[in-house]
């Protein structure tokens, strides 16, 4: 079932057209990958989603209906410019934003001490947030985005600026909210948490939406048709044997074995390539070598401004 | 700041008058020489001047030795005063300044006033001038009322009134005022406000802190006003017990004398007169009403600036890219303490008039005028002004504020700031 959906978005500013009929079906209980470069129009399509602006063109359904204005207390939103106010107190302020959220008192209170016992933080629930250090604060952006048990979380770049440590703290815990239930929307340049988290993603640039799809169809359509051949032999004899039909990409020596990266090209079968192999070397392991998100990333940018840009 | 306020501003006018009666200096003897020989003596001594006729009046004598004889002056009178009043001169080596020759002047003018007079030959001629001169007119100001009735009320008391209020108006607007410019600023600065208008409309953040920062003013000005008549209620006690206080001056000065030996008599008979006087004064005001209206203009001048200079702050990133927004909304402010100045001397003129209409200036303008009693529907007439005018301007400001508060790094001009009024929010 879709739970979030933008249909044919469009944002026009001044001078800049931000959005051009874009459009994403973000199923429910998924893990979704917003990605482009900078200035795609990623942030512009966030904003629009949690009523901080609104299109010229196209709507957005919330849950199968139309996006309604209290529908904020339905959403977390972790922007990615986060800021607190330095000179309030750190539970005060978390109390403030949990109740701007729709939650009484006694409940944001309740929620609260959860969490903060989950990081650690009681000791810090009277200080001015300035004294803070930076992972402390982000933690604490952190509580305030989910406090409310939001169907649907909405973070924008929310690895960058993260210790490996708290990074990882964050994953595990957008792993453990889709867990609970919920719908998760999340925009980065962080490949390597979209090959370990998302199940869709969508792929803005200038503007367009020029990619769809679950990670792993996506993965399947770049792939270059390469496999891994670990195995124990001779290299050069590899090499001869494969001269014909395949081409050799890559080759490592392991310790006591190779690796190799074959590219099978359009029409070649893994089956044919073992048997062509089988008799002259120790076979350890083949798998397909699909592309990694990174990769997919620049090509399909690359292609899409070589595209954008005039025939010579 | 709320207890400091009002102690502050009392510093303010007691200090520099201390400072200035503060004598700093050592004593400094000048010689005469008097060409003339008729002016022997005439210079009284001061604390610090002393002055030494010199026997012989030969200036040569002088003019070398002066400092080796411990003088640090000599003053030649060359001829008459009388027919040359430039015939005295003071010499020295180091500059002398305008208090020595002050004293210096007054002390021989004094002198040949004497002299003149004794010229006439009458007799007792001193106790004449004397009782000619001790005369102290005093006019007392009665304002009718329409319903007949008949008010005293006292010029100086309505001036000082008029420019206290107009100052504190002024002072009010501009301190609050610039608090939510700043405030607007740093939450665009630290992002909060992405956060925070996910999940609330920017026009009801804005509301929200203009406001709250109005609470804070009113409970500011509250304090003061307590404190004041606080205070005002202490020294009554302190000097003048629980009883009635006394009419009579001698009955003061015995007060004041039981009640702190440490003070002098002159001081404190002169202290219990003006305090009684002021007090007296001061209930020729309305007070009241007065109050009233200055909550009124102050809550409406503060309401109508705060919408620009919140919508200032959106449209900057920063304290410094400021000043050159924050001046021309702070004109008409300024303008208005000038336009009020000229207002206390024609409180029904034109200028007046006009100026405490225009919503912009009114709230100082219209205070300074309120001590004078202008006809009530003037004030009525520009309350409404005001108040229809503040809900403008901040309808303007909200649509500016909701644009701004989320750009970054674009250069802000007026052009900018129209495109910026102009988008809707669908």
Same mark, same amino acid.
């Given at each position: ?165 708290? +990074? ?145 | ?267 404190? +008979? ?109 004030? +009525? ?46």
């Amino acid at each position: 079932m879709i739970f979030l959906e933008a249909k044919q978005v469009v944002k026009q500013y001044a001078k800049h057209l931000a959005l051009d009929h874009v459009s994403i079906q973000v199923p429910e209980n998924s893990i979704y990958g917003l990605l482009g470069p900078n200035g795609a129009g990623k942030t512009t399509l966030i904003r629009i989603i949690n009523q901080i602006t609104g299109p010229d063109a196209g709507e957005v359904l919330f849950n199968g209906r139309k996006l309604q204005p209290d529908d904020v207390t339905r959403i977390g939103y972790l922007p990615e410019e986060r800021g607190l106010y330095k000179k309030m107190k750190v539970g005060e302020q978390a109390l403030y934003l949990a109740r701007l959220k729709g939650l009484s008192k006694h409940d944001a209170l309740k929620k609260l001490k959860y969490w903060f016992e989950k990081f650690e933080l009681q000791s810090w629930w009277d200080k001015k947030v300035e004294e803070l250090s930076k992972g402390m604060q982000q933690k604490i952006q952190f509580i305030v985005t989910v406090l409310h048990d939001p169907q649907l979380l909405i973070f924008d770049e929310p690895f960058s600026g993260f210790d490996p440590i708290n +990074a990882n703290l964050l994953k595990q815990e957008i792993l453990d909210l889709k867990k609970k239930g919920a719908t998760i929307l999340f925009s980065t340049h962080n490949m390597g948490s979209v090959e370990e988290l998302c199940d869709h993603i969508t792929l803005i640039n200038k503007s367009k939406a020029i990619l769809h799809g679950p990670i792993e169809e996506v993965r399947q359509t770049y792939k270059d048709n390469l496999v891994q051949l670990d195995f124990t032999g001779n290299p050069d004899l590899l090499t001869e044997k494969l001269a014909q039909q395949y081409h050799l990409e890559k080759l490592e020596a392991i310790n006591s074995h190779h690796s190799a990266h074959i590219a099978m090209g359009a029409d070649g079968s893994i089956n044919h390539l073992l048997g062509s192999l089988l008799n002259d070397f120790e076979i350890h392991g083949l798998k397909e070598v699909l592309p990694s998100m990174n990769d997919i990333f620049i090509k399909v940018v690359e292609q899409s401004n070589n595209q954008s840009q005039p025939q010579k | 700041m709320s207890i400091v306020g009002p102690l502050l501003f009392a510093a303010m006018m007691v200090l520099p008058a201390w400072f200035a009666s503060m004598d700093d200096q050592a004593e400094k003897k000048i010689a005469v020489v008097d060409h003339t020989g008729k002016y022997l003596n005439a210079i009284e001594d001061t604390e610090y001047f002393k002055f030494s006729w010199l026997a012989n009046n030969n200036q040569s004598d002088i003019e070398d030795t002066y400092q080796d004889k411990g003088f640090a002056a000599y003053l030649v009178i060359t001829d008459d005063l009388q027919k040359k009043s430039d015939a005295v001169t003071i010499y020295s080596d180091v500059q002398i300044t305008i208090d020595v020759k002050q004293h210096i002047a007054r002390q021989l003018e004094k002198f040949i006033e004497q002299e003149r007079l004794n010229s006439y030959n009458i007799d007792g001629l001193d106790e004449i001038i004397k009782n000619i001169h001790n005369v102290d007119v005093d006019v007392s100001i009665i304002t009718l009322g329409d319903d007949g009735s008949q008010k005293e009320s006292f010029a100086e008391v309505t001036m000082i009134a008029a420019i206290v209020f107009a100052m504190l108006v002024y002072f009010f607007v501009l301190m609050y005022g610039t608090q939510v410019m700043r405030g607007v600023i740093e939450e665009k600065t630290n992002r909060i406000v992405e956060v925070i208008v996910s999940s609330i409309r920017p026009f009801q953040l804005m509301m929200g802190k203009i406001i709250g920062i109005a609470m804070v003013a009113l409970t500011q000005f509250l304090l003061w006003v307590v404190f004041t008549v606080v205070l005002i209620f202490g020294v009554k006690t302190v000097f003048f017990g629980n009883e009635e206080m006394p009419t009579r001056m001698d009955g003061q000065i015995e007060m004041m004398q039981s009640a702190n030996g440490e003070l002098s008599q002159d001081q404190t +008979a002169e202290f219990a007169e003006t305090f009684q006087k002021i007090l007296e004064k001061t209930k020729g005001l309305d007070l009241i009403g007065s109050l009233v209206a200055f909550i009124f203009y102050f809550l409406g001048g503060y309401l109508l600036y705060a919408g620009l200079f919140a919508a200032l702050g959106a449209a900057l990133d920063n304290e410094t890219d400021s000043q050159q927004f924050v001046m021309p909304v702070m004109m008409p402010l300024i303008l208005s303490i000038y336009v009020a100045m000229a207002a206390m001397r024609n409180p029904d003129g034109d200028i007046a008039f006009w100026f405490s209409m225009i919503p912009f200036t009114s709230p100082i303008v219209m205070m300074a005028r309120i001590p004078f009693q202008p006809p009530v529907w003037e004030i +009525a007439l520009s309350m409404t002004l005001l108040a229809g005018s503040f809900v403008f301007t901040t309808w303007f400001a909200g649509r500016i504020y909701r644009t701004g508060i989320l750009m970054y790094g674009k250069k802000v001009s007026y052009k900018e700031l129209w495109k910026w009024f102009l988008y809707s929010k669908k």
